[in-house]
């Protein structure tokens, strides 16, 4: 396959990704209406560990396939532009400034920072191994443990206002047509996720790009890509909560569990150079985002334009480390 067969289906699937994040996030929405389940927590839990399914595909059989820094890189780097890109986007095109819960960022917000600092401690030395794997999987289970554990007091904090569009959404609707739009949207978001993957991996690969940069840009952005059309989509159906709580789960989720998993299936060795470079970068942009959503607890369009640009300083610096290479 030629390099513009590769950029033409990265095109049709960014369109073909767009309608399926729609379906994914009416079918999500409408099954929390109507199990009366707050959206924060199928934000947390349920929808976010739908849309980290590619980030945790590639980086597993990354680690299979004897490729450490993609594996972790993936990981690492979908941190950063869930934070920097869709989280950016979303806050744009949100109709109005994205209210933030101040529970949310005590439990979810805190746990994201130690577990980004742990997980830098223990990559610290270049590797990133099986015991530290588990390590990292066990909390994994236990923040899901205490997200569905503190699913009263969220449902105290949160106090979110009913949004008549969602009884609109759901009215008429068996709850097998919801899961039939949720499924379909799933599943489609899944396999062109898939293919841009590979298109995209294909042309960096055409532009002679090594393992790490690929990892940490192309591939990172292109397992992101639900996360950036699902918070994109919510943002601008009103559903900012729901798009904050899927960007803090599937942050937890790209470390605890898609890098723990891939280091139980095979060590990850990566140079330290990259681990030295990456984990910083990611603890920054985290940093910044839970710090701006602490002031009035709320995120504006100027504060989503901030994080796109340290994306953008983001990118130059992984180019920058590219040429020195």
């Known amino acids: 396959m030629n390099i513009w067969a590769d950029v033409g289906i990265l095109i ?17 929405v409408g099954l929390a ?24 595909a590639v980086s597993v059989m990354s680690a299979l396939e004897g490729k450490p820094e993609i594996a972790l890189g993936n990981a690492v780097g979908s941190v950063i532009v869930d934070d920097g890109v869709a989280l950016g986007l979303g806050v744009l095109v949100a109709p109005a400034a994205i209210a933030i819960n101040p529970y949310l960022l005590k439990t979810t917000g805190v746990f994201l920072i130690l577990v ?13 191994g099986r015991l530290e ?14 997200a569905y554990a503190t ?11 009913e949004l008549a569009e969602i009884e609109e959404s759901i009215a008429g609707k068996s709850l097998g047509r919801l899961m039939f739009w949720f499924c379909l949207g799933l599943i489609g978001v899944l396999v062109t996720s898939h293919f841009i993957v590979n298109s995209a991996s294909a042309i960096a690969s055409f532009l002679k790009i090594g393992d790490a940069v690929i990892a940490l840009t192309v591939v990172a952005i292109g397992t992101s890509l639900p996360e ?12 900012g909560e729901l798009m904050v709580g899927n960007i803090l789960g599937a942050d937890i989720l790209n470390i605890c569990w ?6 139980l299936v095979n060590p990850l060795i990566v140079q ?9 970068a990611m603890l920054i942009i985290v940093v910044a985002m839970l710090a701006m959503m602490r002031t009035r607890h709320r995120l504006s369009r100027g504060e989503g334009i901030f994080l796109l640009v340290l994306y953008a300083i983001y990118l130059g610096l992984t180019a920058h480390l590219f040429f020195l290479q």
């Not at 049709?12 to 999500?28: E, I, K, P, Q, S």
């Not at 980004?116 to 990133?128: E, I, K, N, P, Q």
Request: charge should be neutral; proline fraction near 4%; include cysteine.
């Open 151 to 161: 699913r009263k007091n969220s449902q105290d904090a949160e106090s979110f206002e």
């Open 12 to 28: 049709l699937c960014f369109a073909v990704l767009a309608r399926c994040a729609n379906w994914f996030v009416d079918g999500a």
């Open 272 to 280: 330290p150079r990259v681990i030295h470079f990456s984990f910083p």
């Open 228 to 239: 950036i059309a699902t918070a994109v989509t919510s943002a601008r159906k009103g559903h």
């Open 133 to 146: 794997g588990g390590v990292l999987v066990a909390l994994f289970v236990a923040y899901t443990a205490f």
């Open 258 to 263: 898609i890098a723990g998993a891939s280091a």
């Open 116 to 128: 980004d600092v742990a997980a830098y401690a223990m990559a610290f030395d270049g590797t990133l």
């Open 33 to 56: 209406d109507y199990f009366n389940v707050p959206k924060m927590l199928i934000g947390i839990v349920l929808m976010s560990l739908a849309t980290t399914s590619p980030e945790l």
